[in-house]
């Protein structure tokens, strides 16, 4: 309680540095990490707190990128005022108009929203990546790389939190290293580009239209901390192969063509066949971390809302494994995981 008592204090503090009355707060949803958020609003002014516990998170990634996206001419939220220390951020509200809502209320307007997050990230990959960022009056960020390891990392996941929930008996040592030698090779076969700006949760809960604005202006960044330098595909994967929402296959071929179109016409040199190769190792990746992360989160964190997430990424994955390339790493995954199965929730069995 004391703990609890402390930060409350550490926060009105900051508030009352910044002129901000604990009475102009309300609660706005979390995330799947440790930060909450809070509207601020009085009559003429509004804002939003970013409560990140330092022991817990980092906001000067948050800080540092939203810097860069601002100078660089994307939609991302205006840092008000900070203390790194205490995990703190004031931010600019840009208010309630998430994709993933204008899209439920309008559905007509799901193809015009997502041309525009396609475009953005046509825009963001033509801009040279800084390795090194500026903010807060002379601190400096570096961008970390989204290498072949951490992709690894990230994919064992599933392994080490999902597999064991839904296997009947324990899981042999022997399969933990097929599936990450399968991986290890599947990476190595993700075709080389020069690496871009990876917001690497760029998804319709993630995405705010800001109808006011025009072109790419209009597509606000709320999530992208934790930024790394990898490939151009990774964000259209994150975008089209949604754990939220259902994006048809339609729309997402549309979108993919979208993309390459745009970025060819902007100079890059993109082979189509390639691309749908690391199209396809990417999201059979991020969708196998995803599995292993809703897993740790109702199993470590006690979020269990998550689970019922996992029968929809489990249909994502199914659709990326039916990619030639990774027809090894299908028959793993058919062997270990049989769809009735996949059809069931950690915990259930």
Request: proline share 5%; aromatic share 10%.
């Amino acid at each position: 309680m004391m703990q609890m008592e402390d930060r409350d204090a550490i926060i009105s503090g900051f508030l009352a540095a910044e002129g901000w009355e604990d009475r102009f707060r309300a609660p706005l949803s979390g995330d799947a990490s440790f930060r909450c958020y809070e509207r601020l609003h009085d009559r003429e002014r509004k804002a939003v707190l970013m409560n990140a516990p330092p022991d817990k998170e980092d906001v000067r990634p948050f800080w540092a990128l939203a810097c860069h996206l601002r100078a660089t001419g994307f939609s991302a939220p205006e840092v008000i005022a900070g203390n790194c220390d205490a995990g703190l951020l004031l931010l600019e509200d840009f208010g309630d108009e998430l994709y993933s809502r204008v899209v439920e209320d309008n559905p007509d307007a799901e193809e015009l929203l997502y041309s525009a997050a396609v475009d953005l990230l046509v825009d963001l990959h033509q801009q040279p990546i800084a390795q090194n960022l500026s903010f807060a009056k002379g601190n400096r960020y570096r961008v970390p790389r989204y290498s072949e390891q951490l992709l690894l990392e990230e994919a064992q996941l599933f392994t080490t939190w999902y597999l064991p929930e839904v296997s009947v008996s324990a899981v042999a040592q022997g399969e933990k290293v097929v599936f990450t030698n399968l991986w290890r090779d599947l990476l190595c076969r993700v075709p080389a580009t020069a690496p871009v700006l990876v917001l690497r949760d760029y998804h319709a809960d993630n995405l705010i239209w800001l109808s006011e604005r025009s072109g790419i202006a209009r597509v606000g960044l709320l999530d992208f901390q934790d930024g790394v330098a990898g490939h151009p595909a990774y964000d259209l994967v994150s975008l089209l192969e949604d754990a939220r929402r259902d994006v048809s296959p339609l729309l997402a071929g549309t979108m993919i063509e979208r993309y390459v179109n745009g970025a060819s016409n902007h100079g890059a040199a993109i082979d189509r066949d390639e691309f749908r190769i690391a199209y396809a190792i990417l999201g059979a990746q991020r969708n196998t971390k995803i599995i292993g992360i809703f897993t740790r989160l109702w199993r470590r964190d006690k979020k269990p809302i998550y689970l019922e997430l996992i029968p929809r990424v489990w249909g994502l994955l199914a659709r990326d494994l039916e990619h030639p390339a990774l027809t090894d790493l299908k028959s793993w995954y058919d062997n270990q995981v049989p769809a009735a199965v996949r059809a069931t929730v950690p915990g259930s069995i």
